[in-house]
């Protein structure tokens, strides 16, 4: 037997595990909102669960890795950065549901901005969802052919279709679920896979090639940038921010707490893997060439963790869209269960045509952090009651710095290092102090000339 065919029937036994285990919805808000039976909200174990392993994406995994073999040690605390995220969103969310007494992210937003300012928003977050599809099952398909050979394709579609079939029987409800299983089926599989890890590692010195050179031209930019995008990531992530509004106010600032802490361990834990290979002279970071060279049994773990992570964010990603285009953008009387599975259909099939077009992934995902910096005041200075002009002028600002990025409008002779993401530390930095400025300069001068008339 290959490695080929154990890879194969260890992604079809696996999903179709979730498959029998996940509950059909009965009714719309268990299908949209995950509720446990008879209107019970989710308890902070389940919902921390699904918050972490809705995060570690097969994206993840293989950047923490990546950055660990590029970078050391700071790489793998560099990408963790990004899970600061949950400590943002979380103390933002319980504020917002507390004090604010708004019920979700899009009614904070049309109540404050107006409908025409929620439909911008609408379209930020399924682009995110788009991507995420594709940019996750991409992965998977690496682990099975190089990219355009059949096997490749054949993975992708599978795993697609097999993961669309146990979400679409209960909605949010089968993602938190089975989350919670993959949550720790994902930990058990990294301690087992750092058994493997860490030992090649115990005779190695511990310098800089372990614990990477701590300066701006290698890597430390990444750890700023992501500390930066981390106050306006989250908020174009409706995998993320929906869990905010499922359970009480308190049970969801603990989870999202508790999230935080669990998943910078886990990212840190797992860029050990590309740490290993640094110190160890790999001539490459590539994981599936790492795990056959410990055997079978480390092969087939690696193999297991990629799919529960990869299925953790596909199925989030579809309950998310459902109630994206339902619930928060539909807003009838009729919304049903049958409407949510028709829009993860269609999210399946838009989101698996990029496969066939090539698309970059990490170019897309990193751009996407940039594009919605102008996020970060609009939530962060919720409070404040700012003319609606506001809204538009923070996002205006991060979707032009994402453009200008994209197209290399910035002279890199502009740039404060000469790191490898010494363009993005710039345009993150810059972008974010001008959308600030800008959301926050109508409600500045419709004070002043209040005070004027006055």
């Keep these: ?242 869990r905010g509004f499922i359970s009480d106010p308190k049970t969801t600032r603990k989870s999202y707490i508790w999230a935080t802490v669990i998943g910078i361990f886990c990212i840190v834990a797992f860029s050990l893997v590309g740490v290993s290979m640094r110190m160890n002279g790999a001539e490459s970071s590539s994981i599936a060439s790492l795990t056959k060279g410990f055997g079978i049994v480390a092969f087939v773990s690696m193999n297991l963790i990629m799919i529960t992570s990869a299925t953790s964010t596909l199925d989030s990603s579809f309950s998310s869209f459902s109630k994206l285009m339902v619930v928060d953008i539909v807003k009838n009387k009729s919304i049903t269960i049958q409407k949510g599975r028709i829009a993860m259909i269609a999210l399946a099939v838009l989101g698996t045509i990029p496969v066939f077009l090539n698309a970059e992934i990490l170019k897309a995902t990193t751009i996407s952090g940039t594009m919605v910096l102008g996020l970060a005041p609009i939530f962060l200075f919720w409070k404040l009651n700012v003319p609606k002009i506001s809204f538009f002028l923070a996002i205006g600002t991060g979707i032009f710095c994402g453009i200008a990025q994209i197209l290399n409008w910035v002279p890199s002779t502009w740039f404060w290092t000469s790191g490898k993401y010494a363009d993005l530390l710039y345009i993150n930095v810059v972008g974010l102090l001008l959308a600030t400025a800008l959301y926050l300069l109508p409600y500045f001068w419709m004070k002043w000339t209040r005070s004027s008339e006055a």
């Design 1 to 242: 037997m290959t490695f080929l065919d154990i890879q194969w029937i260890v992604v079809v036994a696996v999903l179709l595990l979730f498959f029998f285990i996940s509950p059909w919805a009965k009714s719309a808000k268990d299908f949209f909102s995950g509720s446990e039976g008879k209107d019970k909200a989710p308890n902070a174990l389940i919902l921390t669960s699904g918050l972490v392993i809705s995060w570690i994406f097969a994206k993840s995994i293989v950047n923490a890795s990546d950055l660990g073999y590029s970078f050391g040690l700071l790489g793998g605390i560099g990408y963790a950065g990004y899970y600061f995220s949950f400590l943002v969103a979380g103390f933002v969310i319980y504020n917002l549901r507390t004090k604010g007494k708004w019920n979700s992210i899009h009614d904070f937003l049309t109540g404050k901005f107006g409908t025409t300012a929620t439909r911008v928003f609408s379209v930020l977050i399924a682009i995110r969802l788009f991507n995420e599809v594709w940019s996750n099952t991409m992965v998977i398909g690496g682990f099975f052919g190089e990219t355009g050979t059949t096997s490749y394709y054949w993975a992708i579609i599978v795993f697609t279709v097999l993961t669309l079939a146990y979400v679409i029987k209960g909605g949010l409800k089968s993602s938190l679920i089975t989350d919670f299983i993959q949550m720790i089926l994902f930990v058990l599989l990294l301690v087992l896979i750092l058994g493997f890890v860490l030992p090649t590692m115990t005779n190695k010195p511990i310098d800089a090639t372990m614990l990477g050179t701590w300066d701006f031209s290698h890597g430390l930019d990444f750890l700023v940038l992501a500390l930066i995008q981390s106050f306006s990531y989250p908020f174009h992530d409706p995998v993320l921010t929906d």
